[in-house]
């Protein structure tokens, strides 16, 4: 039996596929992107179909490698931004595929165990401090709706067809090759050597921050840990709130720069002030964050140095 993930391409989906591959596991990808079978194999991945997730490219796989004992969907819209430009493109990017994915896995692999990523952007903007999974769900972005409604899609499958699944709600993923987002944003306008960095929002937005190399394990632990139901949802959050000033100040240190982080005072749209994980579940898991915020931000802003150089 073999292990599949979606996505497999992306940012997240590149850093699970080495975890996996890494620990031993036999991994097969499709998504989106060109992929030499040279670069899949250094990256880990036995095959990879650049393509739809749907039942063409799932029977291909099935047809030369077997059934997948996991399925790691990570498969999806990606930003907030773009689901307000292009929302329709966001639901069929996250909501079709999804449905596909489930209809397969019904038909012809029942008794695989699916792992979906999900946002913590279900959550919406009415929290403050940290949120437990059985919070109200209140998105307030099309990013964040699609993400509930594929939820709902995978929990219906649980109960209606017998699927086995569990969904993880990121919260604020980072780390190197991240190529957009805040991080990406920031590292690049201090290249340029701006005296100031104007940034929107307040900056005293709180985010849990994780790193993608923790975040991948957490992944994989929870693919192996003991289900006591065929659905469920744990925070993928390690519980400490840091604010988006902070991480700004943050990147200007390692920097070594002089630049001023300056915000414009405007909340942006689709962004809540707090996503702060209550982490109960990922505690009893038994598992641990390993790269404080601060290694990890060092290392982004070396990776970042790299690109430049490379």
């Not at 700004?248 to 720069?257: K, Q």
């Not at 405007?266 to 209550?278: E, I, N, Q, Y």
Request: proline residues 4%.
């Amino acid at each position: 039996m073999s292990t599949w993930v979606t996505g497999a391409n992306g940012f997240i989906g590149r850093h699970l596929v080495r975890e996996l591959a890494g620990a031993g596991r036999v991994v097969h990808g499709v998504g989106h992107g060109a992929l030499d079978p040279a670069d899949a194999h250094a990256l880990g991945l036995q095959s990879w179909i650049n393509g739809e997730v749907d039942a063409a490219n799932l029977n291909a796989l099935a047809a030369l490698h077997g059934l997948p004992s996991h399925v790691f969907h990570l498969a999806g819209g990606s930003s907030v931004g773009l689901s307000i430009a292009r929302p329709f493109e966001d639901f069929s990017r996250t909501v079709t595929s999804t449905a596909r994915l489930l209809e397969w896995l019904r038909s012809f692999a029942p008794s695989s165990r699916l792992i979906v990523v999900s946002s913590a952007a279900v959550y919406g903007a009415d929290h403050t401090g940290p949120i437990p999974e059985s919070a109200a769900l209140l998105p307030m972005s099309p990013y964040g709706h699609h993400k509930l409604v594929m939820e709902q899609l995978c929990q219906s499958y649980v109960q209606s067809f017998g699927i086995h699944c569990m969904v993880v709600r990121l919260f604020s993923v980072y780390g190197p090759h991240l190529r957009k987002q805040l991080l990406w944003d920031i590292c690049s306008r201090l290249r340029s050597e701006v005296e100031t960095l104007n940034l929107g929002g307040t900056g005293a937005e709180i985010r849990d921050w994780t790193d993608v190399r923790d975040v991948v394990r957490l992944l994989a632990r929870v693919a192996e840990a003991e289900w006591q139901d065929d659905f469920g949802v744990i925070n993928g959050g390690s519980g400490r709130g840091v604010s988006v000033a902070d991480i700004a100040e943050g990147l200007i240190r390692h920097w070594d720069s002089k630049t001023v982080a300056r915000f414009s005072g405007v909340a942006r749209p689709g962004d809540p002030t707090s996503l702060l994980a209550d982490n109960g579940r990922v505690l009893d898991m038994n598992f641990d964050w390993r790269i404080p915020l601060e290694r990890g931000l060092a290392d982004y802003v070396e990776w970042f140095r790299s690109q430049a150089h490379a």
